[in-house]
């Protein structure tokens, strides 16, 4: 019994990671390289494994949540979201603590701060960098570089309205003078 312990062990050490390794936001210069948007259900099976826990709810979305690495056992490191009448995936989030810098994922000529004003009057800022292929990446929280962020979303922007409106209204943009970061 021990030894098939051992075995188990071993084989999900060495299967655990390249899932998570797979699952985490890379760059090639300052190409995004993670996820498409366009993987299916069996595609991301494929590559990072089946999910800890799955859950619909309505207006047609289906997410998935993954506990990879150093994460309390309450939460987790990603959050996926598909469309299940099309078994698509429309966004994934990689939530970390501690905070992690993104800076390499957000050059300066292509990336937006974004604010929402809350109705007492506080501000609440995210690094928005518009990809091709019709999707969007966001730091959370992230207003500058060298400002680390909790969590990372990579999302299709004919998805904003429903998950992140304060992104997708024009109204959430900040004024040309007060957006003086990236200098342009």
Known sequence: MTRRLFFSTMTGALFAAPQTRLAEPQVDGERLKWFSLTESFKDIEDRIGPPTVVGDFPADYRFWQYRFGGVDEHDFSHYLVFRRSTGRLISITRAWDPEQKVDALFPAAETEV?????????????????????????????????????????IRNSELNHFFPWLAAPTGHLSDKEQSWPAR
Request: aromatic share 4%; glycine share 12%; net charge positive.
């Open 114 to 154: 974004i604010y929402a004003t809350t109705a007492n009057g506080s501000r609440y800022g995210a690094r928005v960098r518009r990809l091709s292929g019709e999707s969007v990446l966001i730091a959370m929280g992230s207003t500058a570089p060298g400002q680390p962020t909790s969590q990372l979303t990579l």
